[in-house]
């Protein structure tokens, strides 16, 4: 980003005199867009990504240095406690009591070499897990045993690679007990009786979408799947057959993940090898990017932690790296964190410990990699240490490993969801929050508020009747560039002005903004980072992800650095004020700040944090935080979350602290986008209301539906002249 900073600051007088019409000029009301095709127009899409990597990258090189002075196994040890520490609060602080696991087996298959019991127990009470139990039929108990979280493939509990590795191991004599995670096999929270699957299909969305549930609660999706491996565990030891002194734990992609979560988390632990997840953030960021919810913690970034700290918080026990030459998950990232955590191994007395297998393959439990496993697990929960083959296995069918009647716990047995516990954690968390508070926003989002004289390069302006339009880019912050279409209404002397603010960018805003200059009103349309003309054009995640995330990329990394998107915009609004309180034309007095869709929440909380702002209107803009909670399905709300608001304050609140300014919400929106009915909106902001009663401006909040009949003097009617 240091490159377009420079180049920004070193020609954009040229570039405007080159590349842009005189002043005066007209040209078509169309090209609204003015940077394309232009050199910082192309720079302009990947600024938000270069931005946030970059910060990242600041986060890392500070964790780094801190990591190189662990000298001591005692440095070690406060390492592994601090990072224990941190991923805990990740998770959303100490999880639930232990309950009774009320465990029965509802049906065996029998193999030559072992049989396989279908298990169903209560992770939390009336919150089903299933799983498939794997017990040698030879050798002499207790055996050692082996607990294996699955990945995200297709088939959850009967995937064929899954059942190679459960087989292979119950021949070789340890016991092998893998359970299904939520959204995955049995165990589809969002179940759609119709289509007999879950209502979006993949399970890493439906992580997500829910996940977007925990966030706000503070919490993190990994909280029930971490949750659930532990009581996994408590299951796997209250068997007689396991000897509870040799328990490994080994797991692909998302099976890896948790994996090196668990390991990190839980003493009885002895040995791990994850397949196919450890890295690093550094070439994650530069690849694939964040994955779903459970594989990424915020603000561990901000925390100073990064995958090799999984290793840390697990040694200086067995810990063998299983990676592809050729996996999504880097090679080169899982090199250089091996590399680093040798050292620090080595330091913590695990020296001959820590080992990394590589297969000139792809990603998944491939046999190389499987082999490996093999061997490492009789090595250290067995004691032999010598290549192993892998027997023939006899696979059974999806259905033959069902453990419920109906193929689902939804169906099967009922009870709790995540969505349901969301809802119950939702009252816990606010029978423990303080009082909402300002402050406690502000240290939440992270928001900077910049000061100091603001960088403005003119791209030159366009003349219509009864007004002129300035083509425009402020820096907002180093390495964030906004660009913006100033409107000016004919006339002499200073006119009120608001800032317009459209997930689509300025280039949306001639509907709404021209009738409003043509009543009087300036108006500074923005493309706050990330949208409009700077928006990302990453497609990683697939088709579904943007209907459901918008700019998912973007969003969660911002949450793993403790920048939440919602606040950086925000600051884009608030230097888009700073630019129009510098401007002769405008009156200092009278700025306001128009949000449409999810441009609107960006607007509320940049009036929340910049008292200039005297007049907001926010239209379409989400009802609430707790409406997330409270509906089973969510899209296009990541974008807009800061993890952890629910136990502070929710958007009426932010509404609340604005009394007396006037404020109008036009058309609220439920999480899906639908309009909330009118009363339903009302009771939502019940108290924001009481706060412009008691501020001595009881009109100046109005909640109300666009029509058909509304005109600018209507629907911004404290904004105009």
């Not at 939390?124 to 794997?134: E, K, S």
């Given at each position: 980003m240091r490159k377009i900073h420079r180049w920004f600051h070193a020609v954009p007088v040229i570039v405007a005199a080159i590349l842009s019409p005189p002043l005066g000029i007209t040209q078509p009301a169309e090209n609204l867009d003015f940077l394309q095709g232009l050199p910082d127009g192309r720079h302009m899409r990947g600024m938000l990504s270069t931005y946030l990597r970059g910060r990242a990258g600041q986060l890392l090189d500070e964790r780094r240095r801190k990591v190189e002075s662990l000298a001591t196994a005692s440095d070690v040890a406060l390492r592994k406690a601090y990072v224990r520490e941190r991923m805990q609060l990740a998770l959303g602080g100490p999880f639930p009591a232990r309950t009774p696991l009320n465990a029965r087996v509802t049906g065996v298959l029998?193999?030559?070499?072992?049989?396989?019991?279908?298990?169903?127990?209560?992770?939390?009470?009336?919150?089903?897990?299933?799983?498939?139990?794997?017990?040698?039929?030879?050798?002499?108990?207790?055996?050692?045993?082996?607990?294996?979280p699955l990945g995200h493939e297709a088939g959850a509990?009967?995937?064929?690679?899954?059942?190679?590795?459960?087989?292979?191991?119950?021949?070789?004599?340890?016991?092998?007990?893998?359970?299904?995670?939520?959204?995955?096999?049995?165990?589809i929270q969002l179940w759609d009786e119709d289509f007999k699957e879950s209502k979006?299909?993949?399970?890493?969305?439906e992580h997500t979408v829910i996940g977007a549930q925990c966030l706000l609660l503070g919490d993190n999706l990994a909280r029930y799947t971490v949750f659930d491996g532990l009581r996994a565990l408590d299951y796997l030891l209250s068997r007689k057959e396991v000897d509870p002194g040799r328990i490994g734990l080994t797991g692909n992609s998302g099976g890896g993940t948790h994996t090196a979560y668990i390991a990190a988390l839980d003493d009885r632990i002895h040995v791990a090898a994850p397949s196919c997840y450890i890295t690093s953030w550094q070439r994650l960021l530069e690849t694939i990017g964040p994955q779903d919810a459970e594989q990424s913690l915020p603000p561990s970034l901000a925390d100073g932690l990064d995958h090799a700290d999984f290793?840390?918080?697990?040694?200086?026990?067995?810990f063998l790296m299983l990676t592809a030459m050729r996996d999504f998950f880097s090679i080169t990232g899982a090199r250089e964190t091996f590399g680093e955590a040798r050292r620090v191994y080595d330091v913590a007395g695990g020296a001959g410990k820590l080992d990394m297998f590589e297969a000139d393959d792809g990603h998944g439990y491939t046999k190389p990699r499987r082999l490996a496993a093999y061997r490492w697990f009789t090595r250290w929960l067995q004691g032999v240490d010598q290549p192993q083959t892998e027997p023939e296995i006899e696979l059974a069918t999806e259905e033959e490993l069902l453990c419920t009647e109906t193929g689902q716990v939804a169906t099967a047995f009922g009870g709790e969801t995540v969505v349901s516990l969301n809802r119950r954690r939702l009252e816990e968390v606010r029978?423990?929050?303080a009082a909402p508070s300002l402050d406690a926003v502000r240290v939440l989002t992270g928001f900077e508020k910049r000061t100091g004289p603001l960088p403005v390069r003119d791209y030159g302006r366009f003349e219509r009747a009864g007004y002129r339009i300035e083509k425009l880019v402020y820096e907002s912050e180093p390495g964030i560039s906004i660009p913006a279409l100033l409107w000016l209404p004919e006339g002499s002397g200073r006119r009120p002005a608001a800032v317009y603010v459209h997930p689509r960018g300025k280039a949306e805003a001639r509907a709404d903004v021209e009738p409003l200059v043509k009543a009087g009103l300036i108006v500074l349309a923005i493309d706050a980072r990330g949208w409009g003309e700077t928006r990302s054009d990453s497609d990683r995640y697939g088709s579904d992800w943007p209907r459901y995330f918008g700019d998912y990329e973007s969003a969660m990394t911002a949450l793993l650095v403790a920048k939440p998107l919602v606040a950086m915009r925000a600051a884009d609004v608030s230097r888009g004020v700073d630019l129009l309180a510098a401007r002769a034309e405008v009156d200092p007095g009278r700025i306001g700040a128009i949000g449409r869709d999810a441009g609107a929440l960006p607007t509320l909380y940049a009036a929340a944090f910049d008292a200039r702002i005297r007049s907001v209107a926010l239209e379409r803009m989400l009802v609430s935080y707790e409406s997330v909670v409270q509906h089973r399905v969510n899209r296009q709300v990541m974008e807009g979350i800061v993890v952890g608001a629910l136990r502070s304050y929710d958007l009426p609140d932010l509404v609340g602290w604005l009394a007396p300014r006037s404020v109008s919400i036009v058309d609220p929106v439920d999480p899906v986008g639908m309009n909330?009915?009118?009363?339903e909106a009302n009771r939502s902001y019940a108290r924001a209301s009481a706060a412009f009663a008691r501020?001595?401006?009881?009109?100046?909040?109005?909640?109300?539906?666009?029509r058909s009949s509304d005109t600018p003097h209507t629907l911004y009617p404290s904004m105009l002249p």
């Open positions: 029998e193999r030559p070499a072992y049989r396989i019991e279908k298990i169903v127990f209560e992770s939390q009470p009336r919150f089903y897990v299933t799983a498939n139990l794997y017990i040698p039929k030879g050798g002499r108990p207790p055996y050692p045993a082996i607990l294996f509990k009967a995937h064929t690679a899954w059942q190679y590795v459960l087989g292979s191991l119950a021949t070789k004599g340890f016991v092998a007990l893998a359970w299904e995670p939520v959204g995955q096999g049995e165990r979006l299909v993949r399970s890493t969305t290793l840390y918080a697990f040694a200086p026990k067995p029978r423990g929050a909330v009915p009118l009363a501020a001595g401006a009881p009109e100046g909040l109005r909640i109300a539906r666009r």
